[in-house]
């Protein structure tokens, strides 16, 4: 398990990183922060960790229910395209992205 947060400036010792993004200081430009938030983790954390999440300060989870969760029979077998793994073939998984707004297979009603 591991935690970063994302901030203004780098303060090591409470794994804050400044991370630097395109437009104004303002919550309408909230998609330039998580995009430059996504592109500095796949830079420096992208083997270290087998699941991301991004969250706000508004934002509280049980962090043994989404490891159950994810640990969970309905997401191995999705993440892993319906088959069991091990199975010999692991170089075959795929990414997976939980949420609503990602359309499984382009459906947009799933």
Do not use: C
Request: proline fraction near 1%; hydrophobic fraction near 35%; charge should be negative.
């Amino acid at each position: 398990d591991g935690f970063m947060a994302a901030s203004d400036k780098t303060i090591e010792e409470n794994n804050m990183a400044e991370i630097l993004h395109l437009g104004i200081e303002a919550h309408d430009n909230m998609w330039q922060k998580v995009r430059s938030m996504w592109a500095y983790v796949y830079d420096h954390h992208y083997d270290d960790y087998d699941w991301f999440h991004v969250g706000g300060d508004d934002m509280y989870i049980i962090i043994e229910n989404l490891r159950m969760y994810l640990e969970s029979e309905e997401i191995q077998l999705a993440e892993n395209g319906g088959t069991y793994l091990p199975n010999g073939d692991e170089t075959e998984q795929t990414s997976m992205y939980l949420g609503r707004r990602f359309a499984q297979m382009g459906d947009m009603e799933r």
